[in-house]
């Protein structure tokens, strides 16, 4: 079956524009994760969506980060005033609730502010 | 002090030999065990996972977890060119759902 799909894959903007990147996860994944990778830094966690649960935010690194997922699907990441340091590649996993360990990433969404 | 330490490499080896890929953590509190494999430009894919400590073995693959150590190993048998990509250890509190990441280590294998 399909996989995570992530879009645009490529995005370059300018320092202080809004950005919207977006992830689709496999169809019948309730749970719905969002990070960042850096270069040398590893994968960061970002934030978490659970069914109709509040999202996990606790790892958005400022109030410019902000996400939201529709119908318990599709998710959007937002980056407002986008700084040159939130260049890295932004992945999306998704996992049933019961393999929740089991996480399936997207081949990400590589920013870059200019 | 980093949570997940993971040497970044790269650990260049001939095909065929066996790789040792390690990773050392600090919170005690991790109960599930990840490997995950990444090619140039793409995101994870999972390997394979332990929950607790043990062993698992997949294939060529297999996964070793020492909680007293804190230590988590992943091993490689007859190593192959395609197996060249960044290996990535991941682990999960059962309290918490985020994945907590080691940076990586990029292994290469000549033919």
């Known amino acids: 079956g399909a996989g995570v799909s992530q879009s645009p894959s490529n995005k370059v903007t300018e320092k202080g524009k809004d950005v919207e990147l977006r992830c689709d996860p496999i169809?019948?994944?309730?749970?719905l994760y969002w990070y960042r990778q850096s270069l040398g830094q590893g994968l960061e966690f970002l934030i978490y969506?659970?069914?109709?649960?509040?999202?996990?935010k606790s790892g958005l690194p400022s109030d410019r980060f902000s996400a939201e997922r529709t119908g318990g699907s599709v998710s959007t990441l937002t980056i407002q005033r986008t700084q040159q340091e939130d260049s890295a590649v932004y992945l999306c996993a998704s996992s049933s609730r019961q393999g929740r360990y089991e996480q399936y990433f997207g081949p990400g969404t590589r920013l870059t502010v200019t | 002090q980093k949570e997940v330490e993971q040497d970044p490499g790269p650990l260049s080896v001939p095909e065929g030999a066996i790789v040792s890929l390690n990773c050392t953590y600090s919170?005690?509190?991790?109960?599930?065990f990840m490997w995950y494999r990444q090619y140039s430009r793409k995101g994870p894919e999972l390997l394979m996972y332990?929950?607790?400590?043990g062993n698992k073995e997949d294939g060529r693959f297999t996964a070793q977890v020492d909680k007293s150590s804190k230590y988590i190993s992943l091993f490689i048998r007859d190593s192959q060119p395609s197996d060249s990509a960044t290996y990535l250890c991941a682990m999960q509190d059962t309290g918490f759902q985020k994945l907590v990441f080691g940076t990586g280590t990029r292994l290469l294998v000549s033919p």
């Open positions: 919170n005690s509190a991790f109960q599930y």
């Open positions: 332990t929950y607790s400590s």
């Open positions: 969506f659970q069914g109709n649960s509040a999202p996990d």
């Open positions: 169809s019948g994944h309730t749970a």
